[in-house]
C-alpha cells in the first residue's frame, strides 16, 4: 500500500557528491548519508569496478576522490582516525586491495588535489600567515577582507599554498604560495594551473597562475575574466569563464586556452550558463549546462552542441574517462542515483533511493507558462494526491537570484504536498537557465521579480483547486529575501516563512562574507555611494505596513546572510505588536535545510510543518 513521504523519509535518502572514473574504467565517488542516533552526516568513498564487482571504503569523512593516472592507485581525504578535536585533514591512498594508508596530515585543510604521477599529488591547502593562528586561537586579526567565508569559518590571515606530496614517503614539498585565495586546480604537461581570485579587493576577476613542476617558477598566464573552474584534457586546458560582461549575473562559458590565449567555444552558439566540464568522451567535449528548469549533460564538436541526458530531469555531475561518462540524476519525482552512459547506452549503477519508489507516490509537477510584459515566465504546481481541493497554498522562492527550479527531486515540496499543502513555484527574471539577459537583475530586486512571481501565482490560481485565502509564502537566502518583500507589498498571505534571507543590505554589505562586492554589483554602488536604493530594497525599513504572522529561520553560523538580517525584521515586528516568531539554529552554515546536523533538519521540517498547518488551517 502506497504511503505518505514523511520527514524520516528524507532523512534516510542518500546524496551521491563527487564522481570520478579511471583509465580502467572504475568508479569512484562519494555517498552521504545521514546518521540520526551520531547526529552526524556520513560521508563514504564508494567504488564499482569496470566488472560491476563493488568496493566500499569504511570510514567516516571521506570525500574527493582521486584515481592516479594509472587507475592502480585512490587518493582521497578524510578525517579518519583523527580524535574528536583533531584540527585537519588526511590525505588517504588505496592501492586496490586491504585498507587505505594516511600518506600526510594537513592542518588547515585540502582545498584541492590532484595526481600528477603515480607517486605524487598536488595538494592546495591554507596556510596561516606570521603564525596567526597558532599564536592564540582566541583571537582572529586581519586587514584584508574578508572576515570569514560560509561553510568554511574565519580565513582572516590565510594564505594558500600548493604542495607536492610524495604518496610512498609522505614527504611533502611546497612548490607555490599565493597571499589570494586558490579556487582549483589543475595538472599539465610539467607544470601545474591554478586560478586564484585577482584580490581581495576584487574578487570578482581571477587569475589563471602556471607553475612549472621541477623549479616551482611561475608566471600570470590569464587575467580580466571570472573564471570558475579549469580542466587539463588531453593536452589542451579548458576553463569555465566569463567577462563579467552583465556583473555575476553573466553566464559561465566554454573556453579553450592555448599560449595564454582563451578563445570561447560556446559564444554565439549557446546562450546558457555552463555548470561543469566533464571531460572527453569519444572526442568530444562533455559538459553539464541549465536550461529551463533542466541541468543537461551534452557534448560540443565543432559548434555543434548535441544533449546526451537531462531533458525534463537534472544531472547534478558528470565525469569523462576512457570514452565513458559516469553521472548523477534525479528526476522531479525520482530521486538522485549514479549512472553510467557508455557507447551510446544508458546504465544504472547506483539503487540508494530506489527503496522509497516502491512505497510513496509522489507528486508530478504540471509546468505553466506565462507573459508578464512581453516575458515569457516559467513555473510549476503540484498537487497533493489526495482530495479535490480546494487546497492551501505554499508559494516557494528559490535563492540566488541566480538560482533555478525545475525538474531535480525537492524532498521538501514532496513532503509539503504529502502533507495537504499546494505547491506553487516558477522561476522569475534573475532565473538562471534562461538567457543571459533574462539573469541580470541588478538594481530591480523586489521589482519586476516580485511582479512576476505574483503573476504567476495569479494564473494558477484561476486554473486550479487552489484556496486562495489559505496561502503562504516562503523560500530561502533570496527566497528569504523576497518572502520579506512580499510581506511589505500585500496582505494576501496567511502565513510566510522567511529562511537565511536578507532584510537590510545596508548591514548585509559589510557583515556577509561576499557583501562588500556582491551588494555594489547587484543593489548597485555601495551604501555611501546608493543610500537611496539601499534603503528602497530593503524590506526592514517598511515593516509598519507588514500584517502577515512571520516565521523566521536562521542558521547562527550563517556568514552568507547574517543572522543579523532576520533579526532585523523580527525585532521591528515584535516592538510594533506584530505576530513573529523567530527560530535560531547554534550550528550550520547558509545552506543548513540540507546540510545540518541531522537533528537540526528534522527539528526544521517538524516546526516549519506545524506552524504552517496552523496559520493555514490547513
Not at 229 to 238: C, E, T
Not at 280 to 309: E, H, M, Q, W
Not at 361 to 377: A, K, T, W
Amino acid at each position: 500500500m502506497v504511503r505518505k513521504f514523511s520527514v524520516d523519509d528524507v532523512l534516510r535518502l542518500v546524496s551521491i557528491g563527487e564522481v570520478r572514473v579511471s583509465c580502467k574504467r572504475d568508479l569512484a565517488f562519494t555517498i552521504s548519508r545521514n546518521d540520526l542516533d551520531k547526529n552526524k552526516v556520513l560521508s563514504e568513498v564508494h567504488i564499482v569496478r569496470s566488472d560491476g564487482s563493488r568496493v566500499f571504503l569504511v570510514g567516516e569523512g571521506d570525500s574527493r576522490p582521486r584515481w592516479s593516472p594509472s587507475g592502480s592507485l585512490l587518493a582521497f581525504i578524510s578525517r579518519r582516525g583523527a580524535s574528536e578535536g583533531e584540527r585537519g585533514v588526511g590525505v588517504f591512498v588505496w592501492s586496490g586491495f586491504g585498507d587505505a594508508r594516511r600518506v600526510a596530515w594537513f592542518r588547515y585543510g585540502v582545498l584541492a588535489l590532484e595526481w600528477i604521477d603515480d607517486s605524487s599529488i598536488a595538494v592546495v591547502t591554507p596556510s596561516p600567515i606570521d603564525g596567526l593562528y597558532d599564536s592564540d586561537e582566541d583571537y582572529y586579526a586581519t586587514d584584508r577582507l574578508p572576515l570569514w567565508i560560509d561553510g568554511v569559518g574565519y580565513v582572516a590571515g590565510l594564505k594558500y599554498e600548493i604542495h607536492i606530496l610524495n604518496v610512498d614517503s609522505g614527504y611533502s614539498r611546497k612548490i607555490a604560495e599565493d597571499d589570494e585565495r586558490i579556487v582549483d586546480l589543475a595538472v599539465g604537461d610539467g607544470v601545474l594551473y591554478y586560478v586564484a581570485i585577482e584580490s581581495w579587493r576584487n574578487p570578482i576577476f581571477s587569475r589563471l597562475v602556471e607553475v612549472d613542476i621541477k623549479s616551482g617558477s611561475k608566471k600570470t598566464i590569464l587575467q580580466g575574466y571570472h573564471i570558475s573552474s579549469i580542466r587539463f584534457i588531453d593536452g589542451k586546458l579548458y576553463g569555465l569563464m566569463h567577462r563579467n560582461e552583465i556583473g555575476i549575473a553573466s553566464h559561465y562559458k566554454l573556453w579553450v586556452i592555448e599560449d595564454g590565449k582563451p578563445r570561447c567555444l560556446t559564444s554565439g552558439i549557446l546562450d546558457r550558463n555552463i555548470y561543469s566540464i566533464a571531460g572527453l568522451v569519444d572526442g568530444k567535449l562533455a559538459f553539464i549546462y541549465a536550461d529551463s528548469g533542466s541541468s543537461i549533460l551534452a557534448t560540443i564538436d565543432d559548434g555543434r552542441i548535441r544533449n546526451i541526458v537531462g531533458e525534463g530531469g537534472y544531472v547534478h555531475s558528470a565525469y569523462a574517462e576512457a570514452n565513458v561518462i559516469a553521472y548523477t540524476y534525479s528526476t522531479s519525482t525520482i530521486p538522485q542515483e549514479l549512472y553510467l552512459y557508455v557507447e551510446g547506452e544508458h546504465k544504472k549503477i547506483s539503487r540508494f533511493n530506489e527503496w522509497l519508489l516502491g512505497e510513496v507516490s509522489f507528486s508530478n509537477p504540471i509546468r505553466e507558462e506565462i507573459s508578464v510584459d512581453g516575458e515569457m515566465v516559467e513555473g510549476w504546481i503540484m498537487l497533493p494526491k489526495e482530495g479535490s481541493g480546494p487546497y492551501p497554498v505554499l508559494l516557494y522562492i528559490h535563492g540566488g537570484p541566480k538560482g533555478m527550479y525545475g525538474y531535480t527531486f525537492s524532498p521538501e515540496m514532496q513532503l509539503m504536498v504529502s502533507e495537504g499543502f499546494a505547491v506553487v513555484y516558477s522561476n522569475p527574471r534573475g532565473s538562471d537557465g534562461y538567457s543571459e539577459e533574462f539573469a541580470d537583475i541588478r538594481g530591480r530586486y523586489g521589482d519586476v521579480d516580485y511582479k512576476q512571481i505574483m503573476a504567476f501565482l495569479d494564473h494558477v490560481l484561476s486554473k486550479y483547486p487552489l484556496d486562495g485565502n489559505r496561502m503562504a509564502v516562503t523560500g530561502i537566502s533570496y527566497g528569504g529575501y523576497m518572502t520579506n518583500v512580499i510581506v511589505t507589498k500585500t496582505d494576501r498571505f496567511k502565513a510566510a516563512v522567511s529562511e537565511n534571507g536578507i532584510a537590510d543590505w545596508i548591514c548585509d554589505y559589510w557583515a556577509s562574507d561576499i557583501g562588500y562586492w556582491f551588494d555594489p554589483d547587484q543593489i548597485i554602488g555601495t551604501p555611501q555611494e546608493n543610500l537611496k536604493n539601499y534603503l528602497e530594497k530593503s524590506p526592514a525599513f517598511y515593516v509598519d505596513s507588514v500584517k502577515t504572522p512571520m516565521l523566521f529561520i536562521h542558521s547562527a553560523q550563517d556568514y552568507r546572510c547574517f543572522i543579523d538580517q532576520s533579526l532585523a525584521m523580527h525585532v521591528s515586528l515584535v516592538l510594533r505588536g506584530k505576530e513573529s516568531k523567530l527560530i535560531v539554529f547554534s550550528k550550520g552554515s547558509h545552506g543548513h535545510s540540507t546540510r545540518a546536523e541531522p537533528r537540526h533538519r528534522k527539528k526544521r521540517y517538524q516546526m516549519k510543518i506545524q506552524w504552517l498547518k496552523e496559520k493555514l488551517k490547513a
